[in-house]
């Protein structure tokens, strides 16, 4: 099926189960432990060994040799892989550095040999015995002081790296109230509850990965790319992640190294990836250095707006694209943004919740205060003020499909109880406590990509669906029930979801807010043709056919599904493709976010007093598993804005707070009441299902919101993230 015009009425639109709350129907299985992750596949692959990864001890250069006698002789030890007995290895288009190094070394922590042993303790013990000896090379590892060496990278995930239109230079030196600053956002770990985990077993020239992976066809391409055997020889399962964040959304040293030991020793192999080294050995959000600038006339209305952004990677990686919301948030005739891509010796960045728009946010939602208070206007006024309509680089020919920003920043206002605050910074008390409000502007692409499903009915009216779409902790299950019930008219608890499979039909994986949209249309077309089969099986015309109650209708007559599907049950297989609707409609998911912050006087403490937010998102498939999507977002933004930053050792190239122990996140103590409000919207031109994502646009603003409210609170701008109290308290001294 492909979608190339507006939807129009469709059986979704009945809502009778989608756009309801529902608890997740794998949640069960979670709570009671019997939902099995990768590491966990004693059931499909018994008696297995382990493997313990051995990372790099430089950031650059090449190993001089290797001694494994001593590791070899440990107790229990069955085999170790390096570069020297791997065989030769390919590399997944979308890796940056080779998972396996040797003898170049490209990155701190990069795998350089995996130890298997009949247990996980004799793994890990004799991986300590390995001996290596390095030639080290100079690195680059300071984003700030190489910065000035940034070029333009060629390509930016299909979009440019850099756009004009108009004059800025001319509009921004005569326009009344200008703003010029510059923001930091610190490299950040994804932090995943389930690290990176893989279950390898061989059954002749065939491969099965137990894996924890976002994207199972991109792994299957990926793992057959790098082991240079055929892609119908891997299967990749993938059933149930424990987070990923964008770490997992392509192939990392567990699943390689896994397959590698499982072939070495000729059993199944697990390896997970150690939590500590996991900052250094997969990816990261990368740090940035942004500059706004910003021209309005004196009632904050923008006429000039500049976005530029400095960040670094590996040679051969990308930037991170955080100008990317600034091409579309706010009007003004005249623009500019710009990306420059520094080389670092660093581990390899890449994406993390909400690429570009989560750290783009952090400074451009600051700098949209910074301009409201220069003018001396309300900061939700002055975002209303500025809304377009329409893409403001492309002009009124590329209108929104949808864009209900203005609803949400009103609603949300009024829901949080904006007009409350007092504009003038410092001014509330709570005992020794300073009280601030915040605001921030919420936004993230609207993005889809091809997704199919195959579903059936069995003998006794059960509705299964299959596809190889997965479930990070989202709700995927249920939105994809919820779709296959809609469709064929039965209740949710008569539906049967089965994910993460290669052998099912590709979907759009999970990522880049894409998933729910795209894998419920997905599901959508499979069902539609097979409502179109069961409708020719009854001999009732399909385009006047109803599914209700568990039955097929048309006019006074009817028959079960179950006895149309006889006993070898009738099954349907499609897909949702696209067409130029997204070239010729700006699409977006749009926001506000309201904080409340307490500083304490002499600490400078910050506490997160109370948050809420309003979001327009499409149709919203299941309030209940969104809501848990947007607080769980908003939380992540209260890390961003706080306390989360890896922090470069610039002498050795490596992240030096590698644990949960140093790498701070938020806890349940720092996070309150958090208040999420949906607008009701359709988006017809998004897809069949009239919705879009939601996952990530929780994220995006949400930091800001917390910095701005530390400014009405105390008075004091900080511009470099995370808004930690040493900062404050120099601020303060100052």
Request: glycine share 12%.
């Amino acid at each position: 099926m492909k979608f190339a015009t507006p939807a129009g009425a469709n059986p979704i639109d009945k809502g009778r189960v989608v756009g309801i709350p529902h608890s997740r129907i794998d949640g069960p299985a979670k709570v009671t432990g019997t939902a099995p992750y990768a590491y966990e596949r004693h059931d499909a692959a018994p008696k297995p060994v382990y493997g313990w990864i051995v990372g790099s001890g430089i950031a650059k250069g090449r190993i001089a040799a290797i001694d494994l006698r001593a590791a070899e002789a440990a107790p229990g030890v069955l085999g170790i892989v390096t570069h020297a007995n791997a065989g030769k290895l390919g590399k997944g288009s979308m890796n940056t550095a080779p998972l396996l190094g040797g003898p170049q070394i490209d990155h701190y922590e990069q795998a350089v040999a995996l130890v298997i042993a009949d247990t996980l303790e004799n793994a890990r013990d004799a991986a300590k015995l390995v001996r290596i000896d390095y030639t080290t090379e100079g690195g680059k590892f300071d984003l700030a002081a190489e910065s000035i060496r940034g070029v333009m990278p060629p390509d930016m995930f299909g979009s440019p790296a850099d756009t004009k239109a108009g004059d800025f230079d001319g509009a921004f030196g005569k326009a009344a109230v200008r703003i010029d600053q510059h923001y930091t956002t610190p490299d950040q770990s994804h932090a995943m509850m389930e690290p990176h985990a893989t279950t390898a077993a061989w059954n002749g020239d065939k491969l099965t990965l137990w894996t924890s992976n976002q994207m199972i066809a991109w792994g299957v391409g990926e793992v057959a790319k790098t082991l240079g055997i055929p892609k119908e020889n891997v299967r990749l399962v993938s059933p149930y992640i424990g987070g990923g964040f964008g770490s997992k959304l392509f192939l990392r040293a567990d699943a390689l190294l896994a397959a590698l030991g499982a072939r070495q020793v000729g059993r199944p192999v697990k390896v997970a990836i150690a939590r500590h080294q996991i900052p250094n050995n997969t990816t990261h959000r990368p740090a940035t250095i942004q500059r706004i600038r910003i021209g309005a006339d004196k009632d904050g209305v923008i006429d000039a707006i500049a976005h530029e952004v400095w960040s670094g990677d590996l040679p051969g990686g990308g930037p991170e694209t955080a100008a990317q919301q600034t091409r579309l948030l706010y009007r003004g005739a005249n623009r500019l943004t710009a990306h420059r891509l520094v080389t670092l010796n660093l581990p390899e960045g890449n994406a993390m919740r909400a690429p570009g728009e989560a750290v783009g946010l952090l400074a451009l939602e600051v700098a949209m205060d910074e301009l409201a208070e220069a003018c001396g206007v309300d900061p939700v006024e002055l975002r209303i003020r500025n809304d377009v309509q329409y893409d403001p680089e492309a002009g009124p020919q590329r209108p929104f499909s949808s864009r209900k920003f203005v609803e949400c920043l009103r609603a949300g206002a009024d829901r949080f109880g904006w007009s409350k605050r007092n504009p003038k910074p410092g001014k509330v008390r709570d005992g020794r406590w300073l009280v601030g409000m915040g605001v921030a502007s919420a936004f993230r692409n609207n993005l889809v990509m091809k997704s199919g499903a195959r579903i059936g009915v069995d003998a006794k009216g059960q509705v299964i669906v299959e596809t190889d779409m997965t479930d990070i902790g989202t709700g995927t299950y249920t939105i994809l029930g919820q779709t296959a019930a809609e469709m064929l008219g039965v209740p949710l608890e008569n539906v049967t979801v089965r994910l993460g499979d290669s052998r099912f039909p590709a979907s759009a994986g999970s990522g880049g807010q894409w998933g729910a949209n795209s894998s419920t249309a997905g599901v959508y077309a499979a069902a539609a043709a097979l409502r179109a089969k069961l409708a020719e099986k009854a001999g009732y015309p399909a385009e006047q056919a109803q599914f209700d109650d568990g039955l097929v209708k048309f006019g006074n007559q009817s028959q079960p599904l179950a006895t149309l599907a006889g006993r070898d049950g009738i099954w349907a297989e499609d897909s949702m493709e696209y067409g130029d609707l997204d070239k010729r409609y700006a699409q977006a998911t749009f926001g506000a976010h309201f904080c409340e912050v307490g500083v304490d006087m002499d600490t400078a403490e910050v506490r997160v007093r109370r948050m809420g937010g309003a979001f327009a998102a499409g149709r919203i498939l299941n309030p209940k598993s969104a809501r848990s999507q947007v607080i769980g977002a908003m939380t992540m933004g209260v890390g961003a804005a706080l306390m989360e930053a890896l922090e470069v050792d610039t002498r050795f190239g490596f992240f030096v707070n590698h644990d949960m122990a140093e790498y701070l996140v938020p806890v349940h103590a720092d996070i309150p009441e958090q208040d999420v409000l949906f607008i009701d919207e359709l988006d017809d031109k998004s897809s069949p299902m009239k919705a879009k994502g939601v996952g990530e646009l929780g994220i995006c603003g949400a930091g800001a919101a917390v910095a701005n409210a530390i400014y009405n609170a105390t008075g004091i701008r900080l511009r470099d993230y995370p808004l930690t109290l040493d900062k404050l308290l120099k601020a303060q001294r100052a």
